[in-house]
């Protein structure tokens, strides 16, 4: 029995997942929610046998949901992906997108918070993508793109000119981020009621082989410690985006669960929301990590350690099969 | 007697300095170090009546001091406005120059930690003057002025070619900041032994009529999450700046004062290195900011109380008159 194997009460938790745990844990839950970099992929490579896994899982009727704080792909260009790599999609008749990237998410929370503006407008420090989702929730937006500095000195740049109905300032992943869009946001943010919203605190971008870049968490930081205030965040370990799937879905936390590759991401906001938790091995996250949280004397840390792990979620498949 | 005037030893703090204590004050002290902004000026405007208490404590043959976190300037520079604005300059045969801005006092810290590198070079994140300081200190420096995007997306920006004998990544005000440069800095700190500098960390560079842009501080957090390390700072109210000054002015701390407009910087510079401090209320801090530090329950903050204030530096004339 997998508690007396496990051990007592608190080492009971991240307990490896074996087809007998999987099968009995897959039998109370009706949704399984998957972050996607590190457990369903690597760049623009699958995890082997997780596209199989995934399929199967669909096959026993189990609703799937893919949360990714990634804002520089729209849910379509997400649920183009998932087929490319052999995660095939809904098969349910009317069964809506299975994808809540924080572009979408945050389009959803502008569309909330924006509710009653008349030409509800934001300043993007973002790709097209954010901009696109803003746009079908029908919020306009301007900055996307570079910005260049504009004339000799500090003077100037505050002159620059700042489009009148922007109520919220947006920082996404901004590859064209630059001292003059920070400049213009704090301009912004300095306005009345303008929102400050982040669509996620990554310190990092994980690439392939290891490799990675500046995440949108630093750019965030920085507009927050020009203004002075702190960014409404939307992504992982953020519940607002565990709100946006759960309202979609309707979901039953206790019968829902979150398996994902970042202990302070995926893991925290399940444990945040009450779902079951699975850490996968394939990207950001080791045992190492879990030990030295469950060794913690901090609340927060404490949190983060998963009722489960796998090598790969891969490994769910013996328990889905005959 | 003042002590009695301002209530008991708690209360004794941030009293505020007449002519008979700015007396006592001076007759114990031999150098005096002033912030500049805020302080002698604001902009390119003097304080009325700062250039003539300046004069005046030169004439009294008092030792003085310019310390700034703007990285902007070269020394020269500095004391070329100092001059142009009524303040002066150095009267003593053979003074050395009198400023201390962190362009320069960066320049000390990386000759001495590279002390020994072949041929040291940092990665820049600053304007023209810190490179200047730098390489009259024998650094050269590589990424001054503009850095855009390059490629296709994140796999090209981390090939983008990197210079062989950087052993520092120095961060200061750079309007030219961007998210390339971000890559890049980052990219040069997992160089093994790469130094990571940060001229300040000020949140805001205050402009005239009450205007602000972005500071340095904003910079050199999204590097430092990026990095995911601390940076050195050399600025107040770090002791690396005052050290400077101490080493080439051999000071006695306790006949020495600082004069500031900031509690969170030059007041707390002052008590943690056990100068006497006095507040100008000209710049940022206000007597409701300090009152709101006495009562605090934070050490730090406690330590952000002025042992004397001034309405403006002009109220030390009478005590120099006569």
């Known amino acids: 029995m997998a508690e007396a194997e496990a051990g007592g009460d608190d080492d009971a938790r991240c307990?490896?997942?074996?087809?007998?745990?999987a099968r009995a844990l897959l039998a109370g839950v009706d949704t399984l929610l998957f972050d996607c970099d590190g457990v369903l992929w690597r760049g623009e490579t699958a995890v082997p046998g997780a596209p199989e896994a995934v399929s199967a899982l669909r096959a026993r009727g189990k609703r799937l949901g893919f949360i990714t704080n990634n804002s520089?792909?729209?849910?379509?260009?997400y649920a183009e992906k998932l087929r490319r790599l052999g995660?095939?999609?809904p098969t349910?008749?009317?069964a809506g997108p299975e994808v809540f990237g924080t572009a979408y998410c945050t389009a959803v929370y502008l569309r909330q918070r924006l509710a009653g503006a008349p030409a509800p407008k934001a300043y993007v420090l973002g790709g097209p993508a954010l901009a696109a989702e803003l746009r079908?929730?029908?919020?306009?937006?301007?900055?996307?793109?570079?910005e260049p500095l504009q004339g000799d000195g500090p003077g100037d740049w505050l002159d620059a000119p700042l489009e009148p109905d922007v109520r919220a300032v947006v920082v996404g992943f901004d590859p064209h981020f630059s001292y003059m869009k920070l400049t213009k946001a704090v301009r912004y943010l300095q306005r009345p009621g303008c929102l400050l919203v982040g669509t996620n605190m990554d310190n990092r971008l994980p690439l392939e082989n290891g490799r990675f870049t500046a995440g949108t968490g630093c750019l965030v930081r920085?507009?927050?410690?020009a203004a002075?205030?702190?960014a409404d965040i939307i992504g992982k370990p953020s519940r607002f985006i565990f709100d946006c799937v759960s309202r979609e879905y309707g979901l039953d936390p206790e019968r829902t669960v979150m398996v994902g590759d970042r202990l302070d991401t995926d893991i925290l906001l399940g444990a945040t929301c009450g779902l079951k938790t699975v850490l996968t091995l394939?990207?950001?996250?080791?045992?190492?990590d879990v030990r030295s949280n469950q060794e913690s004397d901090c609340e927060v840390k404490k949190k983060m350690v998963p009722d489960f792990y796998v090598d790969s979620i891969a490994d769910l498949l013996p328990a889905l099969q005959g």
């Not at 307990?15 to 745990?21: F, G, K, M, Q």
């Not at 920085?222 to 410690?225: K, Y």
């Not at 394939?282 to 190492?288: A, D, E, P, Q, Y």
């Open 72 to 77: 520089s792909k729209t849910r379509a260009a």
């Open 15 to 21: 307990v490896r997942l074996s087809a007998e745990r």
């Open 136 to 146: 079908a929730a029908g919020v306009a937006s301007v900055g996307v793109g570079p």
């Open 92 to 94: 349910a008749p009317g």
């Open 87 to 89: 995660f095939g999609g």
């Open 222 to 225: 920085a507009v927050e410690m």
């Open 282 to 288: 394939t990207g950001v996250s080791t045992l190492g």
């Open 228 to 230: 002075q205030r702190q």
